[in-house]
């Protein structure tokens, strides 16, 4: 009777032990995709909460200027994450260039913040309607024939303006 008792506790154990294991790791599964669930929400949220434009693209020897107006709710900071391409005649051939963010002034390859309109909330930070004025210097020397420009913020929304020289 003694082992009976001994074997049937033993079972019970094992039983609530297994129901308690498989308990813990489905709620931790559950809280994780809670948490996916949120992040893409938010990521989402960003996306449709960014809305940018360019009001002018003006084209020099081998540089540029544009004027990037922040349309949408989200602030924009992350300039390091940012996506510039240019495509444009050179001097041998038509390149296309990825320039790199960096403080000003820049050399060829990169790009740059000068200045942003109405700075006064948050310093250095495009809030809803602030202007970014953005140089850039291509590789090469911008020959006739145009330039395209494309830029594509940290979440993923972009524009492209086309300008004829």
Same mark, same amino acid.
């Given at each position: ?21 498989? $308990? ?22 960003? $996306? ?39 495509? $444009? ?11 790199? $963010? ?64």
């Amino acid at each position: 009777m003694g082992l009976s008792i001994v074997l049937s506790s033993a079972i019970v154990f094992f039983t609530v032990f297994v129901v308690f294991g498989t $308990y813990t790791n489905f709620t931790n599964q559950i809280f994780e995709i809670s948490q996916a669930s949120t992040k893409i929400s938010s990521i989402e949220n960003n $996306y449709a909460n960014t809305k940018i434009s360019i009001q002018s693209l003006n084209v020099g020897n081998s540089n540029f200027t544009v004027n990037l107006i922040n349309d949408g709710k989200e602030k924009i900071y992350d300039f390091q994450k940012f996506d510039v391409i240019v495509s $444009y005649n050179g001097t041998l051939n038509h390149i296309i260039d990825e320039l790199i $963010y960096s403080q000003c002034p820049i050399n060829a390859g990169y790009w740059c913040i000068d200045s942003i309109t109405n700075d006064y909330l948050d310093p250095n930070i495009l809030n809803a309607n602030e202007t970014a004025i953005i140089h850039g210097n291509t590789t090469d020397i911008i020959n006739p024939g145009g330039l395209s420009l494309s830029i594509t913020t940290d979440n993923g929304h972009s524009i492209s303006r086309s300008i004829t020289t």
